[in-house]
């Protein structure tokens, strides 16, 4: 199939939605799939209002529309909610083509953190976005009850996978930890307000916590908790490393719809300790890998001590479970491709009505 992907998250952003798309489109060429994927690298941007690691394409409505002529699709997935992703909509609606979307962030909890808007401006924006489309692509069942609740329908799974190969127990040596008190608890993700990471700086430890990623409230935090080691971000076998030799992960996020960095510290050998929110309640109970706080206002501290006493060769088999190939096999199941004939009948009867707009064209 040819398939086209927009999405609004893309390299350079470190982040899981982009690993997932990332590893996702490469499983689907190795199948044979060709995709193109309209991304804000390609366009002018501006930086997202709080956050400007993360960029938004402007005026690119007319460019979308020229990529679609030309690659002709034979399915649509729009993975994201922002400018890029609007615009893929706006093209779909108008040539009524069947589409699937994804819900990756839980976005009206990720605005409001941010800013003084109430939960049901970013719900009524998002089940107005996410209407239309055939199939909405969500991580859990947690998350796809969740929405149910909030209104949301035509919901299918699709799940996440890890690189077992990159994040490995062996990575454990040389231990990078090897100057710091043990035991070492991690975090991995962008230090931002959304990501609640304060709630696992403030806890009261034995050994040390560490922090690897970089953001907007890096700075804030690391101020005010000098006892927490703030690494920066860290890429590729070094932050592989980071995951292997520490004693417990920890991930503190309410905000998440998985949480691909709780995959990546398992496929090490490190226990997960989490908040009982979407994501972690998928994964975590019943697999002796992890331990989930009891309450989400309190007992991560639990669950953290908890994880010390975890078989770590049990929670690397666990994340064994997860490949990447199968996830892309459950987003391919879940698109809508054009009924045949239909696909070819369009794009040639949209090529004529081009040729006729170019004829009829006065001469300059």
């Known amino acids: ?3 086209l992907l927009a999405t609004d998250a893309w390299e350079p952003q470190v982040n899981g939605v982009v690993r997932t798309l990332t590893r996702v489109i490469a499983e689907l060429r190795a199948m044979g799939h060709e995709v193109e994927v309209i991304s804000p690298d390609q366009f002018k941007t501006i930086p997202l209002p709080t956050y400007s690691e993360i960029r938004l394409a402007i005026g690119a409505d007319e460019a979308v529309r020229e990529r679609f002529k030309a690659f002709e699709p034979e399915a649509i997935h729009i993975a994201t909610e922002g400018t890029l992703g609007l615009a893929a909509r706006r093209v779909c609606l108008e040539w009524k083509l069947p589409f699937t979307t994804s819900y990756h962030t839980r976005f009206p909890e990720y605005v409001s953190a941010r800013l003084p808007l109430p939960l049901a401006a970013g719900y009524a924006y998002m089940k107005w976005f996410h209407k239309p489309s055939g199939r909405l692509m ?6 796809r ?4 609740a909030h209104g949301f329908r035509n919901i299918s799974p699709w799940s996440r ?4 190969d990159t994040f490995n127990p062996a990575r454990r040596e040389p231990d990078i930890f090897k100057d710091l008190k043990r035991p070492i608890f991690l975090n991995v993700g962008r230090v931002a307000v959304e990501k609640n990471i304060e709630a696992f700086a403030c806890l009261d430890l034995p050994g040390t916590k560490v922090v690897v990623g970089d953001g907007p409230q890096r700075e804030e935090l690391s101020h005010k908790y000098p006892e927490v080691v703030f690494a920066g971000a860290k890429f590729g076998d070094e932050l592989a490393a980071y995951f292997a030799c520490a004693d417990v ?3 503190p996020s309410l905000t998440d719809t998985f949480g691909l960095v709780i995959l990546e510290a398992m496929a090490a050998g490190t226990p997960v300790a989490a908040f009982s929110a979407p994501g972690p309640i998928d994964i975590i109970p019943n697999s002796n890998a992890g331990a989930l ?7 991560l501290k639990e669950a953290c001590l908890a994880c010390l006493d975890l078989d770590r060769a049990v929670v690397r088999t666990f994340a064994e479970k997860f490949s990447w190939r199968s996830c892309a096999e459950e987003f391919l199941k879940n698109l809508q491709p054009y ?12 090529r004529r009505l081009a040729r006729l707009r170019r004829k009829e064209k006065p001469a300059a």
Not at 161 to 164: C, E, L, M, P, S
Not at 339 to 347: A, C, D, L, S, V
């Open 1 to 3: 199939m040819r398939i």
């Open 138 to 143: 969500v991580a859990t069942p947690t998350m």
């Open 145 to 148: 009850d969740e929405l149910e």
């Open 161 to 164: 996978g890890v690189d077992t």
């Open 249 to 251: 992960f920890v991930f």
């Open 293 to 299: 706080a009891p309450g989400k206002a309190e007992g």
């Open 339 to 350: 009924p045949e004939p239909e696909k070819t009948r369009f794009w040639r009867r949209l």
